[in-house]
């Protein structure tokens, strides 16, 4: 392309752009594998025009009177060969040889990196990944881009998967300060058995219990779960792939290691096989404003070997909060249309809300009666609302509702597949003070062992899972979902809070995780998820006894155990009721 | 026990008061100094008795505890050290061990010999929790030991990392009054296990001996292994020594059943890393996974799944992307940016190819005047819109291209080739370039064209008013003799009146009006009468150098003039031409109005005629570009705007402001307008101009419009209006729907490199150096550069038997990296997206 254009407001340098690629021409073979590789086509082959110039000694110019002599010079002095002045291959001319330059061309391959807004590098990094030199890899801008500007193209906002893109993190502040020695009995995370689950559902007291078994003949059904929740990510915004490898892996956590791990299914229905299955058990079932693959789901129910764990109404994500969805038409192929009953090539919305519900009162007693009633009210329903200064007025609702089984709030450092980024980085409210504004409300009801709360959104965003998890846990959370975290370690996602990545919105997530094209889900192997997914339960199992042994008080999860927690941020350590050290 | 020796005897209380720790500990430290080796302690639950007693060198220390011994009995023991504890002990006995004998006879309480390394612990009932825990053994030493004749307690032998316990198990009712059934008939739970609850955890080192249920320790950090010979006769002789010292030999034959004993040691830490006794993740997903979910797993049923990860670089179907060879997709610059068409790209590949000639005739398909037009009057777009202009690089000289045709001593026959006489008669009135060109392409297609022109000569404007400095006349002639044999009919001096060419339009099938714009504009102001136009000053200019003739110029002074020269176009005869020569004398202070590319001409033909001083003006930025401009300039020609011009008299012109340029000629130089009388009423006009459609169909369907009359516009328009127009008419005569027969678009010039070229060669001499130095866009040239650059080696070149080519990508080569893509000349090879799987 010519260096040489008319530009517009929108014409960027390589100066411009969020990455840059750095590419070592020494280095290079030009095996094409990296222009192969990447997703975006930020990279290409090009030709490259390099003139050298001979030196020219200025005293011989001087005293040579024409260009004639000069040239004659250049050769002699050059002591090359005539192939230095002869055109290099790849060069068309063969004439002029009369008025050949005195500096000729040289012309030669290269890596080059496109500046278009659509083909700008997003820093993925596989063709780092692919080069059999070390040839070739991105750098992140230093500056604030110019980019950003200019992604608005046709009015159309950034809209992107990921993150937040903030590594500030409250949660890995939050020190665990009551360390016990010889105050309490030491427990130690290797040798004693701790009890590392939690309970979700309507956990009435004993008595209270009795008589509602008498009275109705029917308690509150509740499931002993672990405490880490896989967070719902659809079928559709995850690859078939991806999404095998994370059902393999929780089953074998159940079945293999008697881990009683849960995930929830996002919305986006469920495999009919998976409906049928006794690993249906492990599943929590979400229910959200587009009430996609429902139907499959209801004439499931007849042919259940198990119930699901659980049923979640999906009011709101920490990450786009108060916005829906968009699953686009193209991706939408034969696969999610079954799966999702609808037909191929339809683009499918999910609403920002559930369009018959007009109110609190209205959304949280129909929703739950409904979904309770489908199992015969053997199975927990909860809401999952997005972080909110509001979110005390749905669980205190919650709270009058015999049938809801829990809530969980997401915050705002939530992941997501797609987002405008304006919803991502600026709408939503932290999770850590909404969850301990939650759960001191229930500690005044007295009701904290009645009504689980559960904690999402950005936990463990800088590699601190077990650490945010048991943040949360002792903030008041009966448990954390992770969402991000999961594609991270399970199945190498490599999108980062700079930036880099975040494309799951686009279809062409380069390690298959986010994409329905085969060429790229088929690079995720399901058994090597399940393999990490086993590997990362079990990691955060010895860390999270790691942290609540050394506090001694009980084998069993430290819920709301905020005496424990201490931040050196004295307003911090205000507003969440914990103690301020430095 | 040996009951002779004699045993000094301490007390652990004098009188009412129990004697502390540290007190007793410095008795019996005394006792031992003063040469005491055998010790008899009457206890109180004093601390640490018996330990480190070395003040006795290698004589052996005998301990002997009656009463309540304390916690940690024996603690850090030396070697010579044999402690014999005749009721049960508590917490911790034999701690930190370094070698004493410790005998206790009754049960022993939590954390017996925790810490040891060394010495022998032999324990004639059962032990609490944590008995054997964090044990070690000193290589230079022997390993610690333990003997328990009953059972553990819970979480025995945590963090073990040495030393040899064994557990008889032995629980007199149990043992000596067995159910019959088999059954345990203790209720507790834990005592089902004869080493307790969760035994054996973090255990990294040591063997533990044990008769009974075991089952319940750590496998992550022990195994059962099987009893050699070896081991079975070490355990039955210190079994003897044990049940010796805890007085019960008589169980012997009872304990010494090897099917009742298991040996378990700790896993070493190779044997941790394997197997944890799970599945491993492929036989869950085939045993477990689908079988319960079926074959294929979870979609199984919905989709086929092929198994396995597929690597990030792919070829075949797998690839994402994949290129294709575009070769003539695209229209290159030059093509679609003139008017005419002229595949201007094809036609450098014939010259590069060494076929000259073909690449001439090759311009006769498009246009009856390569030489002409192309060679010398056009504004040539073509090199306008050329992709080398993008980094200054010189275009390739189409001129140069045009030319060739003048010296080519092409045959007759080269003439190109006729299709089959349709037997279709077309009428075309204006033999200008335009009408010419139509007349050219029906007469191609097969059909009968007949020119119909109101001249003496045919070529229209090129012919009678393009001043001959701007083309060898020998060029136009012989084109024009071109012409002339290709299109046999041609009837000149036909003047078309309203009457006639409905005549014409009931004798011909069809009727092409190309008649041009030949009435001049002219101002309407006072004074115009005084002003020539600039067509009757160039035909006049023109036909004064061809007779030569130096007289031409007759002194007529402009206030002379009549009015009649304003219509003048409608006039012929002699009258007129008189009028004509009056207004263009005397010639010497000449204005232009109008500074237009014919204002330049006739600028350069007034300057020719020996003009002093000559003025273009106009009431804006003049249009003139290009050699017209510059020659006029060259000639001395001033321009002067904006200027609106008032009045003209005899002494010039006076401009609004009230400037007067003075003048002796005065030419109106401002663009013509057709006229269009003689199509009568039934073909609508617009603004005195034909409306045509997009295929130059008038309002009456069989009558066309091409060139000036439906607008304004170079010769290369009118050309290829003629063109298209014949092929329009062609589809017609052929009952198809008229459309463009080359919609292709122009290539998007970034995909051409111009990088292969150098840019500091700024001008061509050649045929051949244009052809080398074209960059060919969207046309392969052939140069097998993706061949080379392509690093998998899949692109052939595939020819065929009629000498054409292409280049194919081998899919199960290619890895889709667009190397060809990226390296290609001229932007043949492009990456699409593959198909959808």
Redesign the interface.
């Known amino acids: 392309m010519s260096s040489n254009r008319t530009i517009k407001p929108s014409s960027l340098s390589v100066s411009d752009l969020p990455w840059q690629i750095d590419w070592k021409k020494e280095r290079c073979t030009l095996c094409g594998q990296c222009t192969a590789v990447c997703p975006v086509q930020a990279i290409s082959l090009s030709v490259f025009r390099k003139r050298n110039i001979a030196a020219i000694n200025p005293s011989n110019l001087l005293n040579s009177s024409s260009r004639a002599a000069s040239k004659s010079f250049v050769c002699s002095s050059n002591q090359t060969d005539s192939s230095e002045f002869s055109q290099p291959i790849g060069s068309f001319n063969q004439f002029n040889a009369e008025e050949q330059p005195l500096s000729p061309f040289e012309t030669y391959y290269g890596i080059r990196q496109k500046t278009s807004i659509e083909e700008a590098c997003i820093g993925c990094a596989m063709c780092s990944m692919v080069c059999p030199n070390d040839a070739i890899q991105p750098h992140r801008n230093h500056e604030i881009d110019r980019y950003r500007f200019h992604i608005n193209q046709d009015g159309e906002p950034r809209k992107r998967g990921g993150r937040r893109n903030s590594t500030a993190s409250l949660l890995d502040r939050i020190k665990f300060i009551r360390i016990s020695m010889l105050t309490d009995p030491a427990l130690d995370a290797g040798r004693h058995e701790f009890e590392l689950r939690t309970l979700l559902g309507r956990i009435l007291p004993p008595k209270e219990n009795m008589e509602c078994l008498r009275n109705n003949g029917w308690i509150p059904p509740v499931r002993e779960i672990y405490p880490l929740i896989i967070g719902g990510m659809s079928f559709g915004a995850l690859s078939p792939t991806m999404w095998e490898g994370l059902q393999m892996g929780v089953a074998y956590l159940n079945e293999q290691l008697g881990m009683p791990v849960r995930i929830s299914t996002g919305e986006g229905g469920c495999p009919p096989r998976l409906l049928r299955s006794r690993f249906l058990k492990y599943v929590i079932l979400q229910i959200a404003s587009g009430y996609f693959g429902w139907d499959e789901i209801i004439h499931a129910i007849p042919h259940m070997k198990e119930d699901p764990c659980a049923i979640e109404v999906k009011y709101g994500q920490g990450a786009k909060p108060g916005d829906g969805g968009l699953l686009m038409w193209h991706k939408v192929n034969k696969l999610i249309a079954a799966i999702r009953g609808v037909p191929q090539g339809v683009s499918l919305p999910s609403p920002p809300t559930h369009q018959t519900q007009y109110s609190i009162e209205e959304s949280v007693a129909k929703m739950i009666i409904s979904m309770s009633m489908a199992w015969g009210f053997r199975v927990p329903v909860y809401p999952k609302i997005s972080a909110s200064s509001t979110s005390l007025a749905v669980l205190n609702n919650l709270t009058r509702n015999e049938y809801a089984s829990g809530l969980v709030i997401d915050g705002e450092d939530g992941g997501t597949g797609a987002a405008y980024s304006v919803s991502m980085d600026h709408m939503g409210h932290p999770i850590a003070s909404c969850i301990r504004d939650n759960y001191l409300n229930l500690v005044h009801l007295g009701k904290q062992n009645e009504i689980p709360i559960f904690a999402g959104g950005g936990i463990g965003k800088n590699g601190n899972l077990a650490a945010n998890a048991a943040a949360l846990i002792m903030l008041g959370a009966s448990g954390v979902q992770i969402g991000k975290y999961v594609m991270q370690a399970a199945a190498g996602c490599i999108g980062t809070e700079t930036d880099r990545c975040n494309m799951c919105n686009t279809g062409v997530c380069p390690k298959g995780i986010t994409s329905q094209d085969p060429r790229l889900y088929r690079r995720l192997d399901p058994e090597d998820v399940a393999q990490r997914i086993v590997e990362l339960f079990v990691s955060f199992d010895i860390e999270l006894k790691k942290i609540v042994a050394p506090l001694g008080r009980s084998t069993s999860l430290p819920i709301g155990m905020s005496d424990a927690l201490g931040i050196d941020d004295y307003q911090v350590a205000q507003r969440l009721n914990i103690k301020y050290v430095v | 026990m040996n009951t002779n020796t004699f045993y000094v005897n301490i007390p652990g209380r004098q009188g009412d008061k129990r004697i502390p720790s540290r007190v007793l500990e410095e008795m019996i430290q005394n006792a031992v100094e003063q040469g005491h080796r055998a010790i008899e302690v009457n206890a109180y639950g004093q601390h640490g008795i018996g330990g480190r007693l070395w003040k006795a060198g290698s004589d052996k220390i005998k301990i002997r505890i009656q009463g309540q011994s304390g916690q940690r009995t024996g603690s850090l023991g030396f070697p010579n050290t044999e402690i014999e504890v005749m009721g049960p002990a508590s917490d911790d006995i034999g701690w930190l061990n370094a070698g004493a004998e410790i005998v206790v006879h009754g049960n022993a309480s939590n954390g017996v010999m925790n810490g040891a390394a060394q010495g022998k612990v032999y324990i004639g009932g059962n032990i609490g929790a944590r008995g054997m825990t964090m044990t070690k053994r000193n290589p230079r030493f022997e390993p610690p030991e333990l003997w328990v004749i009953g059972s553990a307690g819970d979480?025995f032998g945590?963090?073990m990392a040495g030393g040899i316990a064994v557990v008889c198990g032995y629980n007199s009712s149990r043992d000596l009054h067995p159910r019959k059934d088999g059954r345990d008939e203790s209720n507790s739970i834990l005592s089902q296990s004869v080493l307790g609850y969760?035994p054996l955890?973090?255990m990294v080192g040591g063997k533990v001996f044990c008769r009974g249920d075991a089952t319940g320790f750590s496998k992550n950090d022990a195994k059962v292994i099987p009893i050699t010979d070896l081991d079975w006769d070490w355990l039955c002789i210190n079994l003897k020594v044990f049940l010796q010292k805890i007085n019960k030999l008589q169980l012997f034959d009872n304990l010494s059943k090897r099917s009742e004993w298991t040996l378990i040691r700790a896993k070493t830490p190779q044997e941790k890393l394997i197997g944890k006794g799970?599945?491993s993740?492929?036989s869950?997903?085939q045993d477990?996974?689908d079988r319960?979910?079926?074959k294929g797993?979870?979609?199984?049923?919905?989709?086929e799944?092929?198994r396995?990860?597929?690597?990030?670089?792919?070829k075949g179907d797998?690839?994402?992307?994949v290129p294709m060879w575009e070769h003539a997709k695209y229209k290159a610059p030059c093509q679609a940016n003139c008017p005419t068409g002229i595949p201007v790209q094809e036609r450098w590949h014939l010259i590069r190819q060494g076929l000259a000639d073909e690449a001439t005739s090759m311009g006769l398909k498009y246009t009856p005047f390569p030489a002409t037009v192309c060679g010398y009057l056009c504004p040539n777009p073509c090199m306008a819109s050329c992709t080398k202009n993008?980094?200054?690089m010189t275009p390739v000289n189409v001129k140069l291209l045009g030319r060739a045709g003048e010296s080519s001593e092409l045959p007759l026959d080269a003439l190109p080739s006729v299709a089959e006489k349709s037997g279709k008669r077309i009428a075309v009135i204006g033999a200008g370039p335009g009408g010419i060109s139509v007349a050219w392409h029906l007469t191609l297609k097969g059909h009968e064209a007949v020119l119909f022109d109101e001249s003496k000569q045919i070529g229209g404007k090129i012919s009678s008013v393009i001043p001959d400095s701007r083309l060898p006349k020998e060029t136009l002639n012989k084109e024009l003799e071109r012409v002339k044999k290709f299109i046999p009919d041609i009837r000149l001096e036909q003047k078309i009146t309203p009457k006639s060419f409905q005549k014409i339009k009931k004798e011909f099938d069809y009727v092409i009006v190309a008649a041009g714009a030949r009435k001049p504009r002219m101002l309407p102001i006072q004074g115009v009468e005084f002003a020539i136009s600039a067509n009757d000053f160039l035909a006049k200019a023109k036909e004064n150098q061809s007779n030569q003739t130096d007289t031409f110029i007759k002194a007529i002074r402009l206030k002379e003039n009549q009015t009649k020269a304003v219509d003048s176009q409608v006039k012929t005869g002699e009258n007129q031409a008189q009028a004509i020569d009056n207004q263009i004398k005397p010639l010497k202070k000449v204005v232009i109005i109008g500074a237009g590319n014919v204002g330049c001409d006739v600028a350069t033909e007034a300057h020719r005629m020996g003009a002093e001083t000559i003025t273009l003006i106009d009431v804006q930025k003049p249009a003139a570009f290009g050699k017209e401009k510059e020659d006029a300039e060259a000639v001395g020609a001033t321009f002067q705007w904006p200027c609106f011009t008032r009045e003209i008299t005899p002494n010039g012109v006076i401009l609004d402001d009230g400037e007067t340029l003075e003048a002796d000629t005065v030419v109106i130089s401002i663009g013509d307008v057709p006229d269009t009388e003689f199509l009568g009423k039934d073909i609508a006009t617009r603004n005195g101009f034909v409306s045509v459609n997009e295929f130059n169909q008038t309002s009456d369907s069989a009558v066309f419009a091409i060139g000036d009359i439906v607008g304004p516009g170079l010769l290369t328009h009118a050309i290829g209006a003629g063109k298209r127009t014949a092929e329009a008419i062609d589809s017609i005569i052929n009952g198809k729907e008229p459309k463009p027969v080359d919609a292709r678009k122009e290539i998007d010039?970034?995909r051409i490199?111009?990088?292969?070229?150098?840019?500091?060669?700024k001008s061509?001499?050649?045929l051949?150096?244009c052809g080398?130095?074209c960059a060919s866009c969207g046309r392969c040239?052939d140069?097998s550069?993706c061949v080379h650059?392509?690093?998998?080696s899949a692109i052939d070149r595939f020819e065929s038997e009629d000498g054409s080519y292409e280049y194919r990508a081998d899919p199960q080569k290619c890895?889709?990296?667009?190397?060809c893509?990226?390296?290609c000349?001229c932007g043949i090879w492009n990456?699409v997206s593959?198909t959808?799987?």
Request: aromatic share 12%; net charge negative; glycine share 10%.
């Open positions: 979480y945590e963090f969760r955890v973090g799970r599945l993740m492929q869950f997903r477990v996974w319960e979910l079926g797993g979870l979609i199984g049923d919905l989709q799944v092929e396995g990860a597929i690597p990030l670089i792919t797998l690839r994402r992307m993008l980094q200054y010039k970034s490199s111009l990088e292969y070229f150098n840019p500091m060669i061509y001499n050649s051949e150096e080398s130095e040239r140069c550069i650059v392509c690093p998998e890895i889709g990296c667009g190397f893509t990226g390296a000349p990456l593959n959808a799987v």
